[in-house]
């Protein structure tokens, strides 16, 4: 039994072929990351399996079952969770309250009753993911926070929804060293916790030191799959981010 | 018939373009388009009937006036609404009613307000007895295309134009001014919707109503022909055309004007961003 | 070395005092917190008392208004931009005259039916759109009831252009005004704690990113049409509730009129807080009667006004007025 798989998935936009012919297997409870030069197709693929996009042929599945063509949001109550490169939090919302918004969903009301007050159980989690409990940071409204909080925010969403397989994409984007370094032990608890992660990233030293396998893609294909020091050494890969070397 | 669908066609994309290089270029959705277009007819009017100045310079008046005025509702107004999508909509749909229902109160209704025909009389085409006044318009419209085609293929104003609308930011780091272009662009649709206004409105008589419905056309058009997308507004307006005449001669002529209407749901339905629309991010649907 | 001088808002104290467990502290704190709630409700129904026939009449019409005003408001905030707030009107109107005209149900069934169908029949015709973005929804709010206006011209079905009339009219004076009075208070008390409980997080949530409330686990299809319901039901209640009380419903139901309206209102009086829609209803609406002399014409005023208020003032008045209310400004020096 796969944990997830993606076959043969296909995706065009009038004559732009966004994601061609692209199968990968995920098992569970690893790292996996999804690398590849500006406009490759990593985030339309996001999107596909995450049920914001159709695909135009293909198939994924998650568990052995078929979740191709899904409603986002049931994909979500699946356990399949994700982040946005956008970061676009509920702006009038004060912090702790955007992270009150999953809980509402059938897959967190499941679970059952335990779960606990709403208020207090987004609390627990954004202290957590970093925010200083008792401070009135989780009280501001979404739209003053920086941008660091606001990433926090975004992984504390999918700790809310209870997540198994989280997908980031591009969390690193606009962070600074010192806040990549606080982040990244947070996704690695998730792994040593037994979730599944697949993280979509330009910031390759960071991912390379925290991830099992990596799949690089361009230009809406995989070239080449493997562990990070595989990766790092393939002429492939060197190629399509850095270009072709003229010759004299 | 394929004669009448031909015209009608024409009339339909003349129509819709002003409404679409506004919206193409600076993505302001000039929701007085029908209210500009209806003002053309009357200023003309104003200045032919009451002011008996020749045929043709009313028609430079009407458009030059248009034009300034369509411009002015960009600099005073929308200039501050800058990326609010939606006060944007708000507001030129708002100056739109204030122009038709003004005009209305002013009682501009009846047989009185109409603009006689260029070339009166008419000739034989397959067939089909087309009055001389419509094979104008044709050639109007056509020639209006091919000038436009160049212009924003092949002139430094015209590839300003489409860099705009691209990327405003980008534009801006060039040393093009994405707001005085946005200016020209709202400023030379109310002068392509005066000019359709022109030559069309000698075909019937001018009416405020007909202000609304030709806001409604031209959102037809463009939405099924797809935004930013030129080729889109000729092929909606030919689809909706024929549509329009079929449907005058097999079913009954009142439902005409919901034929515009009815496409435009069924697209937005199936295809949001039209036929050869290029927004791919509205394909997601959720 | 310069001073520069900005001007800062802080809250005043009274606000900052009220906010918290401290404002069962005086009777000035609480009064401070209950007058701008209570105030309004008083001024109306005194003037509703005390106005002559005619004002009470206007009164009647505007707090329907207001309630449109305020529909409008709500499925703004959930992002869902209506241009065509006739429609649901409209259907209201409809089904309760027709319900009264073709089945002679009486009024007391025909405007509750008549409120829940319209509801039903606007989110039905709306249901489509609601997987459009943005500006593309707001186009088709548009053309649907302009659309269903030359349907029923053309194919003439319940009376066509002109109608039918001769209904059952709401009993006496003091009904009516009861009703609409009661209505309007009680649909604005109500809204507001919706909005504010954690349900209504999720509309406002809606709005600011709908992706996200879709990748958080909700089928945010399902919440617009609850809030396509909710907001149309409002409207069709007031068209409903009109029909009877004009004793006739025809295409005039459809006015470009009602469509603009709310929008204004919500515009001058302040959008995304439900009571500053309703602030606005009530400028405007005695406003447009007393321009009635006028005709059309009170449609370029509310245009007009709408515009001014779009560039001049875009955040409304009832922003501005309660900024004024709870902070102050100031000029401070930074050195």
């Not at chain 2, 015209?7 to 600076?26: E, K």
Request: positive net charge.
């Amino acid at each position: 039994m796969s944990y997830f798989r993606v076959e043969n998935l296909r995706k065009t936009f009038g004559g732009i072929v966004a994601v061609n012919n692209v199968s990968f297997e995920v098992k569970k409870g690893s790292l996996v990351g999804i690398i590849g030069p500006n406009g490759c197709g990593k985030t339309t693929l996001v999107n596909l399996i995450t049920g914001f996009l159709k695909p135009n042929s293909g198939r994924i599945y998650f568990k052995d079952k078929d979740i191709t063509g899904m409603r986002a949001s049931k994909i979500a109550n699946k356990g399949i969770g994700r982040t946005f490169q956008m970061v676009k939090p509920f702006y009038r919302l004060p912090a702790f309250k955007n992270i009150i918004i999953p809980l509402f969903s059938p897959k967190v009301k499941e679970l059952g009753e335990h779960y606990g007050d709403k208020e207090s159980v987004a609390l627990n989690i954004l202290e957590d993911i970093g925010f200083e409990r008792d401070s009135s940071v989780p009280f501001k409204p979404a739209s003053v926070l920086p941008h660091g909080y606001l990433k926090r925010l975004e992984i504390a969403r999918i700790i809310a929804l209870q997540s198994e397989l989280l997908i980031f994409d591009e969390l690193y984007s606009g962070l600074s060293l010192a806040e990549v370094a606080s982040i990244s032990p947070i996704i690695e608890r998730f792994v040593e916790d037994g979730k599944t992660v697949i993280m979509i990233e330009h910031r390759l030293k960071e991912l390379f030191r925290i991830a099992d396998k990596v799949i690089v893609m361009d230009q809406g294909e995989i070239i080449a799959e493997g562990s990070p020091g595989v990766i790092m050494k393939n002429e492939k890969v060197k190629k399509a981010y850095l270009g072709v070397e003229l010759k004299r | 018939m394929i004669v009448y669908g031909f015209i009608n066609s024409i009339i339909l994309a003349l129509i819709a373009l002003g409404f679409s290089i506004t919206f193409g270029i600076s993505r302001v959705a000039n929701f007085a388009h029908g209210a500009f277009y209806v003002f053309g007819g009357v200023v003309t009017w104003f200045f032919l009937m009451k002011m008996g100045l020749p045929y043709v310079l009313s028609a430079i008046m009407a458009v030059l006036i248009v034009g300034i005025v369509g411009g002015l509702m960009y600099r005073l107004l929308l200039v501050r609404l800058r990326g609010l999508e939606l006060s944007e909509v708000i507001t030129t749909f708002a100056v739109g009613i204030i122009i038709l229902e003004l005009m209305r109160s002013a009682g501009i209704m009846g047989f009185e307000y109409r603009l006689p025909s260029f070339i009166p009389g008419s000739t034989e085409i397959l067939g089909t007895y087309v009055g001389y006044q419509r094979i104008f318009i044709v050639i109007t419209g056509l020639l209006l295309l091919a000038i436009l085609y160049l212009f924003v293929h092949h002139t430094k104003l015209g590839l300003s134009f489409r860099g705009v609308a691209q990327e405003d930011h980008t534009a801006l780091s060039l040393g093009i001014n994405p707001d005085r272009i946005s200016m020209l662009s709202v400023t030379m649709g109310s002068m392509i919707c005066t000019i359709a206004a022109i030559v069309i409105l000698p075909l019937g008589t001018i009416s405020v109503d007909e202000g609304y419905d030709i806001l409604l056309k031209s959102l037809a058009v463009c939405i099924i022909g797809g935004l930013e997308s030129a080729t889109g507004v000729i092929v909606a307006s030919f689809i909706i055309g024929y549509a329009e005449v079929l449907t005058s001669m097999y079913i009954s002529s009142t439902l005409t004007m919901v034929v515009p209407l009815a496409c435009m749901l069924l697209i937005l339905l199936i295809r949001p961003s039209g036929l050869f629309g290029k927004h791919k991010e509205l394909e997601e649907r959720i | 070395m310069s001073d520069t001088r900005r001007k800062e808002r802080i809250d005043r104290c009274i606000k900052a005092v009220t906010d918290d467990i401290f404002c069962l502290s005086s009777m000035r704190e609480m009064g401070y917190l209950i007058l701008p709630r209570v105030l309004p409700v008083f001024i109306v129904v005194m003037a509703v008392i005390l106005f002559p026939l005619y004002w009470k009449k206007v009164m009647i019409i505007t707090c329907i208004m207001g309630i449109m005003a305020i529909s409008w408001d709500f499925m703004a905030s959930c992002g869902l931009i209506s241009l065509g707030q006739a429609l649901y009107f409209a259907m209201g109107a409809y089904t309760a005259g027709g319900l009264n005209y073709y089945l002679g149900l009486p009024i007391y069934l025909s405007i509750p039916i008549g409120t829940i169908a319209g509801g039903l029949l606007s989110t039905i015709l709306i249901f489509p759109a609601l997987r459009l973005r943005g500006i593309y929804f707001s186009m088709v709010t548009l053309i649907i009831p302009l659309m269903l206006m030359r349907i029923i011209e053309a194919t003439k079905i319940i009376g066509g252009t002109e109608g039918v009339s001769g209904l059952n009219s709401l009993p006496g004076t003091w009904p009516p005004i009861i009703i609409s009075v009661t209505a309007v208070w009680l649909v604005l008390f109500s809204m507001r704690r919706l909005i504010s409980s954690d349900y209504g997080l999720i509309f406002v949530a809606l709005m600011d990113n709908d992706r996200a409330v879709e990748a958080s686990g909700l089928n945010i299809l399902w919440f617009k049409v609850q809030a396509i319901f909710l907001g149309s039901a409002l409207c069709s209640f007031c068209g409903a509730f009109m029909t009877h009380y004009y004793m006739s419903v025809g295409i005039s139901a459809f006015a470009l009129d009602l469509s603009i309206f709310p929008i204004a209102a919500s515009v001058i009086g302040g959008m995304g807080t439900l009571a500053g829609p309703l602030l606005g209803a009530f400028i405007l609406g005695p406003l447009s009667e007393a321009l009635r002399s006028f005709g059309t014409f009170r449609i370029v005023i509310y245009s007009a006004l709408l515009v001014a208020f779009i560039v001049g003032l875009p955040e409304g008045l009832f922003h501005f007025l309660r900024r004024k209310y709870e902070q102050i400004e100031r000029w401070t020096e930074e050195k």
